[in-house]
T-cell receptor
């Protein structure tokens, strides 16, 4: 069964560093998403992406965040200068009829 | 404002017992409702969804959920819980053709043998 994959599973970084979280969506899906879950809190929508552009973003998704689909298979989330409060589990999802989620990347900012 | 409430943070049941996980939503339009399950180290797996029609929907792993518009609820049920059902369960709302899902805080299910 096709699935969404994410790498790395765990990323540790220093505050102020740039990180790139990678996702490989399901191959025939056209809609892509990033969500995050701070420990003990809700899963929160960050951004959606369709036809090579952002279709919707939340208040969380400020100028420090960007997304890209650099080739036909990867979908990335970049955080330019990480803050302590960016520590969270980041989930990628892709959609045909409904959203399928990846296993997540746990980001720890020290 | 759109929101989802899962009143139970943690539920413990014995294997073989019945289960009901509660979900209440606040949404201006006709809601599309989802239940996802997250096992440790895994992503969010869709259990079932409600878009329209029959208000009792069947999902995978023997789960079902009932949409009650009058109560703004979409509770998840299973008649007999298995130890492998231990996981975190998330209720979510969002139109089918929009870009985001709004999640509840989740309910952690623990199953005792």
């Amino acid at each position: 069964e096709p699935e969404v994959t994410q790498t790395p599973s765990h990323q540790v970084t220093q505050m102020g560093q740039e990180v790139i979280l990678r996702c490989v969506p399901i191959s025939n899906h056209l809609y892509f998403y990033w969500y995050r879950q701070i420990l003990g809190q809700k899963v929160e929508f960050l951004v959606s992406f369709y036809n090579n552009e952002i279709s919707e973003k939340s208040e969380i998704f400020d100028d420090q965040f960007s997304v890209e689909r650099p080739d036909g298979s990867n979908f990335t989330l970049k955080i330019r200068s990480t803050k302590l409060e960016d520590s969270a589990m980041y989930f990628c999802a892709s959609k045909s009829n409904e959203q399928f989620f990846g296993p997540g990347t746990r980001l720890t900012v020290l | 404002a759109q929101s989802v409430t899962q009143p139970d943070i943690h539920i413990t049941v014995s294997e073989g017992a019945s289960l009901e996980l509660r979900c209440n939503y606040s949404y201006g339009a006709t809601p599309y409702l989802f239940w996802y399950v997250q096992s440790p180290g895994q992503g969010l797996q869709l259990l079932l969804k409600y878009f329209s029609g029959d208000t009792l929907v069947q999902g995978i792993k023997g789960f079902e959920a009932e949409f009650k518009r009058s109560q703004s609820s979409f509770n998840l049920r299973k008649p007999s819980v298995h130890w492998s059902d231990a996981a975190e369960y998330f209720c979510a709302v969002g139109p089918y053709n929009t870009d985001k899902l709004i999640f509840g805080t989740g309910t952690r299910l623990q199953v005792f043998p």
